[in-house]
């Protein structure tokens, strides 16, 4: 079965602080791997996009990394912001044909002044 | 536009009734999608369009749930004898079909009391 899994559930961090969040995916045929930001009340933004070969990428202070051999990937946050605090969503398209996404249930990001 | 609009933004009503919610994609966008979040998790694929047709509805839950796109344009996920358990932010998304990321609109938060 297509899953995608993320850890930690919830995070709280100092303004300021650094932090990674990870995501494990068992989807096949896999095509892409998508980080997205969701604020609360809003529709989810795209961070970054991976593709088989690619094994990071950047976006300002996020930072994606992809093994395709273990089927996990990490976002990195580089000195946190207040605005940061979100919801960070793993998303994994597979190739059938509909370019469906799957989505992992999130981490909810808290960072605190 | 410059985004995926939906209307309403937030939906209550109650059980046994019909609601109707509404999906503007971006203009050009050929592919369209409507996902379900309920609170805490991850969007669930419900169904997607290219153009007019109905691509892939195996997300939809049961026959109480259909969509339309008649004009391959805005669509609209109509829902017949809500129920309480159908309470949940409905998102949509549209995509170009080249370009591999959706866009995703604010949803609507629909409340069936």
């Known amino acids: 079965k297509n899953q995608v899994e993320q850890s930690p559930q919830s995070l709280i961090i100092l303004e300021g602080k650094n932090c990674t969040l990870q995501c494990n995916y068992t989807v096949s045929p896999f095509s892409n791997l998508r980080w997205y930001k969701q604020d609360t009340g809003r529709g989810p933004v795209s961070l970054t996009i991976m593709t088989f070969s690619e094994n990071t990428k950047s976006n300002g202070r996020y930072t994606a990394t992809l093994d395709a051999d273990t089927k996990q990937s990490s976002l990195h946050i580089t000195a946190s912001q207040l605005s940061d605090s979100a919801s960070y969503i793993c998303?994994?398209?597979?190739?059938?044909?509909?370019?469906?996404?799957?989505f992992g249930t999130g981490t909810r990001l808290k960072v605190l002044a | 536009g410059a985004g995926v609009s939906q209307t309403p933004s937030n939906k209550v009503t109650e059980k046994g009734k019909y609601v109707e919610l509404r999906c503007d994609p971006i203009s050009g966008h050929t592919a369209l999608y409507w996902y379900r979040q309920s609170l805490g998790q991850g969007p669930e694929f419900l169904i997607y369009?290219?153009?007019?047709?109905?691509?892939?509805d195996s997300g939809l839950p049961n026959d109480r749930f259909f969509a339309v796109r008649p004009e391959g344009s805005v669509s609209t996920l109509k829902i017949q004898r809500t129920e309480r358990g159908d309470s949940a932010v409905y998102l949509c998304?549209?995509?170009?079909?080249?370009?591999?990321?959706?866009?995703f609109g604010p949803g609507t938060r629909l409340l069936v009391l």
């Open positions: 369009f290219q153009g007019t047709g109905a691509a892939d």
């Open positions: 998303v994994v398209s597979d190739r059938s044909g509909t370019y469906k996404y799957i």
């Open positions: 998304a549209s995509w170009t079909g080249e370009e591999e990321t959706q866009y």
